[in-house]
């Protein structure tokens, strides 16, 4: 299974590559790029839209690790939450109340 997944990685990789370089060879037309505050010289239209690709997969990439990072700091609060209550139910246990009390 993780061949597999291995091969459909690199063919995924190896397309989006060779795609990436066909697009980059076809769009060659320098343009100016103006943002409104800022002006950028000509570059090839390609280059501006690899960049904002680029831009815009690291944007969701963090986006995702910020959502990833508080998911984890929640789970390992309600699992510190969950052994502090088992422990109580264990000590209450040990003292002979029962769920039913």
Request: glycine content about 6%; hydrophobic content about 55%.
């Amino acid at each position: 299974m993780a061949l597999l997944r291995a091969l459909l990685s690199l063919l995924i990789v190896g397309t989006a590559i060779v795609m990436g370089a066909l697009f980059t060879l076809q769009n060659t037309s320098p343009v100016p790029l103006d943002l409104l505050i800022v002006q950028f010289s000509e570059r090839a239209v390609a280059l501006w839209f690899l960049l904002f690709f680029a831009t815009g997969c690291m944007m969701g990439l963090l986006g995702g690790l910020v959502v990833t990072l508080r998911q984890r700091a929640r789970y390992l609060r309600l699992r510190r939450q969950h052994t502090k209550l088992e422990l109580e139910v264990e000590r209450l246990r040990r003292f002979g109340l029962s769920e039913s009390d």
